[in-house]
């Protein structure tokens, strides 16, 4: 079956503009997962969504980033107001079920660019 | 807290030698420890985990890793390193105690270089 996509698979933005990041989990799987990937830097968990819900926001680097999910399935991932510090590659990814002994399908990611 | 380390930001191997990547973690509780590789401009696959059991965990690719408790460690190993290996490795844990296990928790990478 196909695995999780992202879209924009680049994005280039001037700073203080607003971005979407989307990310379609592979079928059925009840949890998605967003990270982000600086330079040279290793993943930063930004937060997960087990079903719709996101219990735990406290991941996201500031207020200008949200994330929502709907039916269970797609996700996105705002930026308000860019800034250059934001520029890295955002991943999504997804898992069968919920816990903590299932491995988690990356998408290709997202790479942002913020002028 | 929750956390992994991998000490080597890059391991040099020839080809056809073993190779090894280190990782050590320090958690709360039972860790649940996984190795992820991410090939240039690709998303990060899965190779293996450890939740329970045996202590020497194999893979896909023929990679393997051995849980060691007393040392809080799971390094990476193969017999025989091939230059398609060459890739950036992540070690990485779940977060049980916090967040039920959602939360992973990634080192910082390991780049492998294999040469022919």
């Known amino acids: 079956g196909a695995g999780v996509s992202q879209s924009p698979s680049n994005k280039v933005t001037e700073k203080g503009k607003d971005v979407e990041l989307r990310c379609d989990p592979i079928s059925g799987h009840t949890a998605l997962y967003w990270y982000r990937q600086s330079l040279g830097q290793g993943l930063e968990f930004l937060i997960y969504f087990q079903g719709n819900s996101a219990p735990d926001k406290s991941g996201l680097p500031s207020d200008r980033f949200s994330a929502e999910r709907t039916g269970g399935s797609v996700s996105t991932l705002t930026i308000q107001r860019t800034q250059q510090e934001d520029s890295a590659v955002y991943l999504c990814?997804?898992?069968?079920?919920?816990?903590?002994?299932?491995?988690?399908?990356f998408g290709p990611g997202t790479r942002l660019t913020v002028l | 807290a929750q956390s992994v380390a991998q000490p080597e930001d890059q391991v040099n191997v020839a080809e056809g030698n073993p190779l090894t990547v280190k990782c050590t973690y320090s958690?709360?509780?039972?860790?649940?420890l996984f190795w992820y590789v991410q090939y240039p401009n690709r998303g990060l696959q899965f190779l293996l985990k450890?939740?329970?059991?045996?202590?020497l965990v194999k893979g896909s690719y023929g990679f393997e890793a051995e849980f060691n408790k007393s040392q809080t460690s799971f390094h990476l190993k193969k017999p025989s390193a091939l230059v398609s290996d060459s890739a950036l490795y992540f070690c990485?844990?779940?977060?049980?105690?916090?967040?039920?296990?959602?939360?992973?928790?990634f080192g910082a990478g390991t780049r492998l270089f294999v040469k022919a």
């Open positions: 958690v709360s509780g039972n860790p649940y």
């Open positions: 990485a844990v779940r977060d049980v105690e916090n967040t039920g296990g959602f939360k992973t928790i």
């Open positions: 990814a997804s898992s069968e079920l919920a816990g903590p002994y299932n491995e988690q399908f």
């Open positions: 450890y939740i329970t059991g045996d202590n």
